[in-house]
């Protein structure tokens, strides 16, 4: 019964936000770039991104790895939508690919994740937020995630975040990027 509310909850939270974003005029936020990414514990490096398809709908899209015989691809869609002058909210349902020393399988294991991220502008150039979810691991095992994220954007070509991974697929993990927008 337990694991059932949370996810009850998420979907419903992500429900209220897809049919309020008709609604809503302009996102305060890009959601067309491309980002480098270097990961902590284990050290690794990535590239992930997003593509609109819609005003309020995007691709997303990201490559890990350790150079270890491992890799975690991510693959999916998102939507956003203004909540505030200065707030924007994000839904995700994204599918995994994860393979590493744990995973024996040749082609790793595949998992789905359901999200919600809220990002704010602290100021005119940092956007700090947090992300939420659930991924829905093989054999009917959930992990519950919990990130918190600091964006600063130095121009209008260049932005660094760090991202803390509180749970999840790797806690306590740290991710630094550098993000570029396309359009």
């Known amino acids: 019964m337990r694991a059932y509310l ?3 909850s ?3 939270i992500g429900l209220i936000a897809l049919l309020a974003s008709p609604l809503c005029n302009a996102n305060n936020f890009s959601y067309n770039y491309v980002e480098a990414q270097v990961i902590t514990d284990p050290g690794g490096v990535g590239i ?3 593509v609109p398809f819609h005003e309020h709908a995007h691709f997303v899209y990201n490559a890990q790895t350790a150079f270890q015989s491992d890799w975690l691809l991510t693959g999916g869609i998102g939507f956003n939508a203004p909540i505030a002058d200065r707030a924007d909210v994000r839904g995700y349902l994204k599918a995994h690919s994860r393979k590493n020393d744990e995973i024996q399988a040749e082609w790793g294991e595949t998992f789905s994740e359901f999200s919600i991220d809220f990002s704010v502008w ?5 956007e700090v937020g947090a992300s939420i979810g659930t991924y829905f691991m093989p054999e009917d095992e959930e992990l519950d995630k919990f990130h918190l994220f600091y964006r600063y954007h130095a121009t209008d070509l260049i932005s660094i975040g760090v991202e803390l991974h509180l749970s999840g697929l790797n806690d306590g993990q740290m991710l630094l990027s550098a993000r570029y927008p396309l359009g």
Do not use: K, L, Y
């Open 122 to 126: 602290a100021d005119a150039q940092s």
């Open 6 to 8: 949370p996810s009850c």
């Open 48 to 50: 992930a991104g997003s």
């Open 10 to 12: 998420f979907t419903a």
